[in-house]
């Protein structure tokens, strides 16, 4: 454990940021306003100025809802999209400027895993193209048996039958096709994992195997995952710590029980109240307020304040910035920081 | 389970085309099934034309100028000679009408083929690169078949055949027509192609699969030739059909313009017109029989096509 | 009496050379102001039974037997003019996806009057009075505006307040909600369930409650039915059934949840898949999944009966309590 603590992180995510232009070409952005016609470029801020570790072996969630950014975070990191500011450091090195070929022996390392099982396999390609493709495509000097070998090891760990090798996705259900998107991923012998919300297409009894599946692996193959999620049930059960984003900016970053046990931002308190339990009499969930601002036009200081009831004139000019707490969290808000929010 | 399975394994393609939905539509759409009856039929004619043809067309010898209009056997005009050998009587030349349709039907059905061929050539690989590439290259593709489109097909034909003719002098231009005839179908209409496969590669490209491929580190030749392109079939296969009925009708335009096949190589358009002097005179058959199956085969090959969009259309047959 | 009866309700599919039973035998009463969730996995036939309640069934979907009783008149054996008297009238429907009900070319406005002029007798005026009434009962800031506005210029959790102010509107006497949170995030979906809740009481209208989530469904109604594979396999108080379920099935959902299992412990799964509806096995649909199941599960379809504090359809069900589960190998 104390060996963990020292080591260099896996994944090193500093100052993140992520920009998507709204008005493509130069007819879009010039725009009539108030009787004069201007340029003007409208942007969404999907991610703003995120820093993150991932240590090695660790299970690392990301948890927010609808358009906080936390796709594009395991995008960014994927090498799916350049970032706009900021840098991705893995193992060391700076991956988010290399170009493709120099990418490919990280493409070996890290590998992702998709939340629609039904888009993310090529529908015209059998499981075993699917799975032989990366194996040849990485290793162009196995042997054919070598190949093989490997394809059925990967789909035997996986729960899938080797027998099931000549079959399209179509003809397996959301789970099995989501069992075969890990296969795929496992066959480059990966070291980190990029899930992007895995389960969240699957039903109840589904999302228990494939989880199952993913903790077996972690076990086996020493796997650190960069696990993106907005189930906070997941969440405890499966992630080591948890990063909460609220409009591309980090709220809270704890370890999972401290963060279960103790939540400190109003968002993250909010969050894990709205989680619907078992023995709920009735809904009780502490209710925000205000409506969420779009990531086009960002709010000046604290991105929450809109809906939080602890929001004072300090949070509407003043970002708040990411401060340790004494049980080793990470909390950005001021109202946590002048302790004038009641303890649970 | 299992059973299942062993059911998978012991099926003969029939029993899986049967099953198929593409199977299902056809057997359970007449048209589609004359239509197909009709189309084979004329391509295997036309494939085996030189062992069906009673006689050779592209040989003189076998041509009696004193044979020449005759009429079909069953068509006994007062003034008109029939003669057994000739089935669908003979032209001007005394060609064997019904050897020349054979040879025609074959001809255009290559010049079709073959024009298509290079169309979706170019188109394909045009739509995919401007449809995975985007940005500039996409603006800059797209504007050339804004272009390209802004000319029409026979004008365009029109115009580089003329010039050709003028250029290399008919003797030359007859002996390769075939090739210009191709080239010049299949540069023009390559826009359609692009098009199609352009808006397919935008909706596939979204898709995580596209996505799964690129962390698996594949290259961009790859992705497009190995995972976009098979999911992009079906609208290429769709308008092929449409395309290749346009290409026979294109070349027919031409050569009954005088800018495509010469007389002595008979395709159905030369040989309409060629008995089109000849209607008035009474021998209507030199220009009308010909007419006929250029019109049916062009009819079911755009009959097959529609009844391919509505099957491949996924919207239609969900409701 | 109960103000929904539905009796042996059969649903079929006529596939392209055979037929599938999408509901089989299901019958259930709802009374004045009731709340009765559906629970189930896809293909469950938990949206089938919804849909079939409002006769919203599509090609090649038909009803095959069995009677839906609402207010002493038989659903099944009404015209679709008749029909039209009921549906948006007196049963209202809560899609997933609020796009479903909202028309995007009209505004909020326009749609909530039509709805209304189409059911009542009142002037536009009047309507637009009883519109803004409901917006304001939904909790929506500044009325007035949002109806000249178009869906699309509201967010996801405004758009399915509308579409509950707008199944309101003529006040139903059953509202049927299917996933009617699924699409939103957990914030909203808290926000949108307590206003429905808050709704239902105030204006004791019963409710049917389609969804996936067991602590939705825990919060929000009194009784539930669980359904796999086209059945009804347990039916009892919410309460009873989620302290202490009978089913295998049930256990197995409820035991599969994460928050049932200590962290970093492997989740406490069901092996196998939901059959696809043309290969339910024989016997009871859940034999092949269950721990539980002994040789007479393949053969003997169970029926519901009375045990511990709910309905089960399970044979086994006495023996079960009391002994663990062997191993399933599923293929």
Known sequence: ?344 | MSNVESNLHSQTRWQKFRASNLGYSFLSNKVAMISMAVFVAIVVMAVFAPLIAPFDPYDPRQQDIMNSEMAPIWWAGPRDFTDPQFILGTDAQGRDLWSAILYGTRLSLMIGVCAVALQAFLGISIGLISGYVGGRTDSLLMRLADIQLSFSTLMVAIIFLAVTQALFGSEVFNRYAIFFLIAVIGVSEWPQYARTVRATVLAEKKKEYVDAAQVLGFGPIRIMVRHILPNSVSPIFVISTVQVANAIISEASLSFLGLGMPVSQPSLGSLISGGFEFIFSGSWWITTIPGVVLVVLVLVINLLGDWLRDVLNPKLYKG | MSLLSVQGLTVKFAMRNNTVTALNDISFDIGQGERVGIVGESGAGKSITGFSILNLLSRPGYIAGGSIMFDGQDLTKLSDKQFRTIRGNRIAMIFQDPMVTLNPVLTIGQQMVEQLQAHRRVSRKDAEIIAVAKLREVYIPAPEERLKQYPHELSGGMRQRIVIAIALLLDPQLIIADEPTTALDVTIQADIMELLLELCESNNVSLILITHDLGVVSQMTQRMLVMYAGRIIETGGTREIINDPQHPYTQGLINALPQQTLPGEKLRQIPGNMPALSAIPPGCPFHPRCGYAVPTCRTVRPELRRHGGSDVACIEVERLHGTTPHKVDYA
């Open chain 1, 1 to 344: 454990m104390k060996n963990e603590m020292t080591q260099t992180p896996l994944l090193q995510i500093d100052a993140l940021e992520k920009r998507f232009a709204l008005d493509h070409g130069f007819l879009e952005t010039v725009k009539l306003r108030k009787g004069r016609i201007r340029r003007e470029k409208r942007e969404v801020h999907a991610v703003n100025g995120l820093t993150l570790d991932i240590k090695r072996g660790e299970a690392l969630c990301i948890v927010g809802e609808s358009g906080c950014g936390k796709s594009t975070v395991a995008r960014l990191v994927a090498g799916l999209l350049n970032p706009s500011n900021g840098s991705i450091t893995y193992d060391g090195k700076r991956i988010d400027t290399l170009t493709r070929r120099e990418m490919l022996p990280y493409r070996r390392k890290m590998q992702m895993i998709f939340q629609n099982p039904y888009a993310s396999l090529n529908p015209r390609m059998t499981i075993e193209q699917a799975l032989t493709e990366p194996v040849k495509h990485h290793h162009p000097d196995l042997s054919a048996q070598g190949v093989r070998d490997k394809v059925v090891e990967v789909m035997r760990s996986v729960g899938v039958d080797p027998a099931w090798a000549p079959r399209y996705p179509h003809e397996f259900s959301g789970g099995q096709r989501q069992r075969i998107a890990i296969a795929r991923a496992l066959t480059v012998d990966p070291e980190f994992i990029i899930a992007d919300e895995p389960i969240s297409a699957l039903d109840v009894s589904i999302q228990a195997q494939v989880l199952n599946l993913m903790l077996e692996a972690q076990v086996e193959r020493g796997l650190t995952y960069l696990f993106i999620t907005h189930d906070l049930s997941v969440v405890q059960h499966f992630g080591t710590r948890v990063a909460v984003l609220y409009l591309g900016t980090l709220c809270e970053l704890s370890d999972t029980a401290t963060l279960f046990a103790n939540p400190k931002h109003p968002y993250t308190r909010a969050l894990l109240s709205a989680v619907p339990k078992l023995d709920d009499q009735a809904p009780n969930h502490i209710r925000l307020r205000g409506e969420i601002p779009t990531p086009i036009d960002m709010p000046q200081g604290c991105p929450f304040r809109s809906r939080c009831t602890y929001a004072n004139d300090r949070c509407a000019v003043e970002r708040p910035v990411p401060a340790p707490q004494p049980d080793g969290s990470l909390v950005a808000c001021h109202a946590v920081e002048e302790d004038r929010i009641e303890t649970v």
